[in-house]
């Protein structure tokens, strides 16, 4: 009998989805390692297994679902976490069959192929698409499934405790989206779609192991983080990739403005073309605000971007449409695989070696999954092996300890009372409102009895600008009493002396490039720069110019180093001026000749005049050496 056609195409489709599902990572569990990435990996992971409050306990740029998006082994999350990887992959595959069936056959197989190579590359991008899919649904199209509709609302919702970059799109996306449903007067999807994502919030979050009423903190938070990480954590890209980014991000806007010109006269197509510009901005924001292998993120979702957009407007294009459209796909996919490769250094033949390795890797998994989780538990004992501190382990016991520097993952590993400051990771405290969170918190009765200490940064800063105020209530409250393969152990002073005040010993404006000098003695700085109107406007487009200052010690004029305008304004230890552990070790000890500096000079960055007010105001507190009865100040 001969089998009805939609049956056969059913089959067909559940087999290839299959297919795809096995290529699609799975099993994969990060190593652990004593790095800048890792080791916040390995935080957010333990503390959505402890379960910490993230917005209270934990502050970072991912959520207590950060896990699904990378991981280390936990026992306690493994399963939870395996079932959610499996789930959202088997929506993604769903949402990408179903509407890839409005597109013409090669352009829906292209789709299909390269959205499945993202999902295992870069699962950012295929959560940004899944995104605006989901919003498609929910308010342009007329008749949509309604489980898919759920189903895709309720991954929106859940993406917003992944990242905060997720959180800010999928709200604004769903602010756009009920206030059009307004606008159309449509009552019942209206109620279905704010039901189904609040629920889905709010049930996310408790499974989650939050509690309700931390959910203000946890947005208030994010928001914090959001607006002083472009600030702090930018990086130029070198000319030849802007280049790609701008044609990739110029040629995506440019097919969108040609879609909504040939469909302008639906209302729909004004609400997803508008979605379509924000998501597009998004990623361009999380691509080029930190310039380094971030910008794969643009191409990753842009080459789906492009290939799909037809999906989301009334028909299949037209004459003048594709004038644009297909030259856009060109440009998208050119420019992606010269700044992924560029960047990655993947290849073709590396993506079809891994597609072999992975098939693999995941059926064999599936035969024997207990062997799985055996490997995922091997994996993690290895690299807490490599990270043993036998003697700090020994000297700490049961009591609770931070780690200050970037290497968390030596506490985790080392199976210590863990107890980390909100911002665990002190580059990450962007304002001075972070900062003061995390000085208080080394100020209050609850502050770990010990602290591992390794003075680091990134990008070049000056080191001891990052987390500044709780790096003075370390030197004021703490005394050193042993090294272990380069990490200090603090432990906290029975007498510690708590939080003080300062005294103001000069306040006063320089222009950039001029020289200012130091007081004598121990003096803490705060410099108060300000950006003009088109500085503003660059800012939120793409990132301002790296501001670094060059510091005059009593020996030697020092290279000059990065500082974050935000933090600067709080404030920092300009003399003695902390580089390096000893130079901390010695401040501690009363020894502070070597670090001290007479002066400073602010160097312009480029076109400064044109981002920058040419005055800079500074102010300079007096302090007590720290090893004297009477303590330090703190800010």
Not at 137 to 144: D, G, H, K, R, T
Not at 254 to 271: D, K, N, P, S, T
Not at 528 to 535: A, M, N, Q, Y
Request: aromatic share 12%; net charge positive; proline share 6%.
């Amino acid at each position: 009998m001969k089998v009805p056609l939609r049956r056969t195409e059913l089959i067909v489709t559940v087999v290839f989805g299959l297919v795809v599902l096995f290529y699609l990572p799975l099993f994969k569990k990060d190593a652990l390692a004593a790095t800048l990435d890792n080791s916040w990996v390995a935080v957010i992971t333990w503390a959505a297994a402890k379960p910490l409050q993230f917005g209270r306990d934990i502050i970072f740029s991912y959520g207590p679902l950060g896990h699904l998006m990378s991981a280390i082994y936990s026992p306690r999350l493994f399963v939870p976490e395996l079932v959610a990887r499996i789930a959202i992959h088997i929506l993604f595959l769903i949402l990408l069959f179903v509407l890839s069936r409005r597109l013409r056959l090669l352009r829906r197989i292209a789709l299909i192929l390269s959205a499945t190579v993202v999902a295992q590359y870069n699962p950012q991008g295929m959560y940004l698409f899944m995104i605006v899919a989901a919003a498609w649904l929910a308010f342009v199209e007329p008749s949509p499934n309604r489980a898919l509709l759920m189903s895709g609302l309720a991954f929106n919702a859940a993406t917003c405790f992944v990242k905060g970059t997720f959180l800010f799109f999928t709200l604004a996306v769903m602010i756009l989206g009920l206030t059009y449903l307004i606008w159309q007067r449509a009552v019942r999807p209206l109620a279905l779609s704010l039901l189904s994502f609040t629920l889905a919030f709010l049930a996310v979050w408790l499974l989650a192991g939050q509690q309700l009423s931390g959910i203000p903190a946890y947005l208030s938070s994010s928001f914090e983080i959001a607006s002083g990480y472009g600030q702090a954590m930018s990086l130029q890209p070198r000319a030849a990739i802007l280049a790609a980014g701008l044609a990739g991000f110029g040629s995506g806007n440019l097919q969108i403005m040609a879609a909504l010109v040939r469909h302008r006269g639906e209302r729909g197509a004004w609400f997803i073309s508008l979605v379509l510009g924000l998501a597009l901005f998004t990623v361009w924001k999380l691509s080029f605000t930190r310039a380094d292998d971030h910008t794969i993120h643009l191409f990753y979702y842009g080459i789906i971007a492009v290939l799909a957009l037809p999906i989301f407007y009334a028909d299949r294009g037209t004459a003048a449409t594709r004038f644009i459209d297909y030259p856009t796909i060109v440009v998208m996919v050119a420019c992606g695989i010269f700044v992924i490769h560029d960047q990655t250094s993947i290849s073709f033949a590396d993506v079809v070696r891994d597609t072999r390795g992975r098939y693999s890797s995941n059926f064999r998994a599936l035969i024997h999954p207990a062997s799985t989780r055996s490997t995922c538990e091997a994996t993690f004992r290895f690299g807490a092996q490599m990270l043993a501190l036998p003697q700090i382990k020994r000297t700490i016991g049961q009591a609770t300890v931070d780690v200050f520097g970037y290497e968390q993952a030596v506490a985790i590993a080392n199976d210590l009372n863990y107890t980390p400051r909100p911002i665990f990771q002190g580059y990450s405290a962007y304002t001075p409102a972070l900062v003061k969170r995390n000085a208080d918190f080394y100020r209050s009765a609850g502050t770990p009895e010990y602290v591992i200490f390794r003075l680091q940064t990134i990008d070049t800063r000056l080191p001891d600008l990052d987390d500044a105020e709780a790096l003075l209530v370390l030197a004021q409250d703490y005394r050193p009493i042993l090294t272990e393969r380069g990490y200090t152990l603090l432990k906290r002073k029975m007498d510690a002396p708590g939080q003080s005040t300062l005294r103001i010993a000069g306040v006063g404006e320089t222009a950039l490039g001029d020289s200012v000098s130091v007081p004598k003695g121990v003096s803490w700085c705060q410099i108060h720069f300000r950006e003009t109107l088109v500085g503003k406007l660059v800012g939120f487009i793409y990132q301002l110019p790296e501001i670094c200052v060059e510091f005059e010690g009593s020996k030697m004029v020092l290279r000059p180093q990065r500082i974050v305008p935000r933090t600067a304004a709080n404030g920092f230890l300009i003399s003695p001026l902390l580089q390096t552990d000893p130079d901390f070790l010695d401040f501690v000890n009363g020894n502070r000749q070597e670090a001290e500096i007479h002066a400073f000079r602010i160097l312009p960055p480029v076109g400064a005049k044109w981002f920058l007010q040419p005055r800079v105001s500074y102010q300079f507190s007096e302090m007590a050496k720290v090893n004297e009865n009477n303590p330090p100040a703190s800010p």
